[in-house]
């Protein structure tokens, strides 16, 4: 079974850190580019960061960059988020989600398939 | 950045009834689309991608279309466990936008 397993989340300080993980089973890490979505309980979804197969690309949200860092180790089928210099509306579950694309009629398209169960990040003094 | 539009935002109907959500582009992009049923305290469930093809497992009342800049969910007959929230999600370009969501609930 394909699975996604977030965990790292917990209660932190405005301005403290925080790494999330998450671990890939049933499929090959590295085969895939992964991203993670953020989402305010009760509220709508945003895109966070994407990374590439090994690591090399990396892409941020404007809310996050210069703060977050995504990276992973596929060698450990595991997937990170590096959170500095949090602040309180980063408060949200944070989701780790696969991406996942096939080629139709010539053009490529794609979409986020499995999501984790999500990790609840508080950021509060 | 491409803004997605949803509506309604919240809709109330029937089991049986046909229910039909909107999502709005700020731009023309290819129909790199997908949709996602989220229910409370679960993840979101990849429903419909490439606007219009249903993910595998997935009912066939749902179904997925449009292009350019207007893309429709239907359900073609609401059944309970599809009282859900709904989003649509672009991924033609950077951020991969989402809509803000329509509601579902019984009436």
């Known amino acids: 079974e394909v699975q996604l397993v977030e965990s790292g989340g917990g209660l932190v300080q405005p301005g403290g850190s925080l790494r999330l993980s998450c671990a890939a089973s049933?499929?090959?890490?590295?085969?895939?580019?992964m991203h993670w979505v953020r989402q305010v309980p009760g509220k709508g979804l945003l895109w966070v960061s994407r990374?590439?197969?090994?690591?090399?690309?990396?892409k941020y949200a404007d809310s996050v960059k210069g703060r977050f860092t995504i990276s992973r180790d596929n060698a450990k089928n595991t997937l990170y988020l590096q959170m500095n210099s949090l602040r309180a509306e980063d408060t949200a579950i944070y989701y780790c989600?696969?991406?996942?694309?096939?080629?139709?009629?010539?053009?490529?398209?794609?979409?986020?398939?499995?999501w984790g169960q999500g990790t609840l990040v508080t950021v509060s003094s | 950045d491409i803004q997605l539009t949803q509506s309604p935002s919240f809709l109330s109907a029937s089991v049986g009834d046909r229910v039909t959500i909107t999502c709005r582009a700020s731009?023309?992009?290819?129909?790199?689309l997908a949709w996602y049923q989220q229910k409370p305290g679960k993840a979101p469930k990849l429903l419909i991608y490439?606007?219009?093809t249903l993910q595998g497992g997935v009912p066939s009342r749902f179904s997925g279309s449009g292009s350019g800049t207007e893309f429709t969910l239907t359900i073609s007959s609401l059944q309970p466990e599809d009282f859900a929230t709904y989003y649509c999600?672009?991924?033609?370009?950077?951020?991969?936008?989402f809509g803000g969501g329509t509601k579902v609930e019984i009436k």
């Open positions: 989600v696969r991406d996942v694309g096939t080629s139709i009629d010539g053009s490529w398209y794609k979409w986020f398939d499995p």
């Open positions: 049933g499929f090959t890490l590295s085969n895939y580019w």
């Open positions: 990374i590439n197969f090994d690591g090399t690309d990396t």
């Open positions: 731009q023309v992009f290819s129909s790199c």
């Open positions: 490439a606007a219009s």
């Open positions: 999600q672009q991924l033609n370009s950077y951020p991969h936008t």
